[in-house]
């Protein structure tokens, strides 16, 4: 069987359904708070974003402001959807140790686990930029490619939840406070886990344990992931961070803050096709692998992965800030 034929095997579809199927390492925040996944056939995404009780927008690009249309109930942004593509070759050597192999189902079977380890590469990385874009989103930012900060929507009324070291405000008021707060924004309760900075979460743990909830069973610790329970809710210890368009790195959460984020359908991952002749015609796959190529001259043969998606959360207002004083 020459090299033509074998790569007929591994059409753009198969290829594909296993980067779709290939297990990757977890992420935390797009695993656990971007499960609506909202596929287009637009390269440009229209969002609806629910005004609330008192949302603002600051837009901090240039490019942001044209893109948006204000209506009396959200905000509507037409967004381009960023492209995420890697290529990734498999040499002439291991290709000419491939075709050595005498059996057709041999070289089938070699030239798949070849392809598999590349294809995870690729779900690897494309699966690490979909995170740090989620982070964003978890704070009322949308970050575009490259980093930068589109827009970032804030709150115009809603003051934040304080916890105070000194104990003179319960934990359970704190956690009434957050609930009130959900129920304004949201009509109804709905479940959520709230993300620590470091301090924030060391005075949480001391305060719960200076009110004997422990000893109460109204606290406990979850040891595989060492998050604290409190009163049914998970607060998690987060620290992450982005660059804003000076190119600084600045803290999504600061150590003392905390953000409360409801476990509901506002956090959604919008994309739309990959911009490559394999994907035309097809329907539109948050992650795309083209078939197998022969590159010129004999190097080898090259697959290229892509990723056109873009995390954003549609109800900013029901994102609850923490304040430790």
Same mark, same amino acid.
């Given at each position: 069987?020459?090299?033509?034929?074998? *790569?007929?095997? /591994?059409? $753009?579809?198969?290829?594909?359904? !296993?980067?779709?199927?290939?297990?990757? +390492?977890?992420?935390?925040? #797009?695993?656990?708070?971007?499960?609506?996944?909202?596929?287009?056939?637009?390269?440009?995404?229209?969002?609806?974003?629910?005004?609330?009780?008192?949302?603002?927008?600051?837009?901090?690009?240039?490019?942001?402001?044209?893109?948006?249309?204000?209506?009396?109930?959200?905000?509507?942004?037409?967004?381009p959807l960023p492209r995420f593509a890697l290529a990734k070759r498999i040499s002439a050597s291991e290709i000419n140790s491939l075709r050595s192999l005498a059996l057709q189902?041999?070289?089938?079977?070699?030239?798949?686990?070849?392809?598999?380890?590349?294809v995870k590469e690729m779900k690897e990385s494309f699966n690490t930029t979909l995170e740090y874009m989620a982070n964003g989103a978890l704070f009322g930012k949308i970050l575009?490619?490259?980093?930068?900060? *589109?827009?970032? /929507?804030? $709150?115009?009324?809603?003051?934040? !939840?304080?916890?105070?070291?000194?104990? +003179?405000?319960?934990?359970? #008021?704190?956690?009434?406070?957050?609930?009130?707060?959900?129920?304004?924004?949201?009509?109804?309760?709905?479940?959520?886990?709230?993300?620590?900075?470091?301090?924030?979460?060391?005075?949480?743990?001391?305060?719960?344990?200076?009110?004997?909830?422990?000893?109460?069973?109204?606290?406990?610790?979850?040891?595989?992931?060492?998050?604290?329970?409190?009163?049914?809710?998970?607060?998690?210890?987060?620290?992450?961070?982005?660059?804003?368009?000076?190119?600084?790195?600045?803290?999504?959460?600061?150590?003392?803050?905390?953000?409360?984020?409801?476990?509901?359908?506002?956090?959604?991952?919008?994309?739309?096709?990959?911009?490559?002749?394999?994907?035309?015609?097809?329907?539109?796959?948050?992650?795309?692998?083209?078939?197998?190529?022969?590159?010129?001259?004999?190097?080898?043969?090259?697959? !290229?992965?892509?990723?056109?998606?873009?995390?954003?959360?549609?109800?900013?207002?029901?994102?609850?800030?923490?304040?430790?004083?």
């Amino acid at each position: 069987m020459d090299l033509e034929q074998l *790569l007929e095997l /591994f059409s $753009s579809t198969k290829i594909t359904e !296993v980067i779709n199927q290939t297990k990757a +390492s977890p992420r935390f925040v #797009s695993d656990t708070f971007f499960k609506d996944k909202i596929p287009s056939l637009e390269s440009t995404v229209r969002v609806e974003i629910i005004k609330g009780a008192g949302i603002v927008l600051n837009s901090i690009s240039d490019n942001g402001e044209h893109s948006l249309e204000n209506t009396k109930d959200a905000y509507i942004l037409n967004i381009p959807l960023p492209r995420f593509a890697l290529a990734k070759r498999i040499s002439a050597s291991e290709i000419n140790s491939l075709r050595s192999l005498a059996l057709q189902e041999a070289q089938a079977k070699s030239l798949s686990g070849a392809l598999g380890v590349l294809v995870k590469e690729m779900k690897e990385s494309f699966n690490t930029t979909l995170e740090y874009m989620a982070n964003g989103a978890l704070f009322g930012k949308i970050l575009d490619g490259k980093g930068n900060v *589109l827009f970032d /929507f804030g $709150s115009a009324s809603k003051k934040a !939840v304080s916890v105070k070291k000194d104990g +003179s405000v319960t934990l359970a #008021s704190i956690c009434d406070a957050i609930d009130s707060a959900i129920i304004d924004e949201f009509g109804t309760s709905a479940d959520y886990e709230v993300l620590c900075g470091n301090e924030l979460f060391a005075a949480i743990s001391n305060l719960a344990l200076s009110e004997d909830l422990y000893k109460n069973h109204l606290a406990s610790r979850d040891e595989k992931d060492k998050s604290l329970i409190l009163y049914g809710t998970k607060y998690r210890r987060y620290s992450a961070k982005y660059k804003n368009t000076n190119g600084k790195s600045v803290d999504f959460l600061k150590g003392t803050e905390g953000m409360v984020v409801p476990k509901d359908n506002s956090n959604r991952i919008y994309y739309t096709r990959a911009n490559h002749t394999d994907a035309l015609g097809k329907a539109p796959s948050l992650m795309f692998v083209s078939k197998p190529e022969i590159l010129p001259r004999g190097a080898g043969i090259e697959i !290229v992965g892509e990723m056109r998606a873009m995390p954003v959360c549609t109800k900013p207002n029901g994102l609850i800030k923490l304040v430790l004083e």
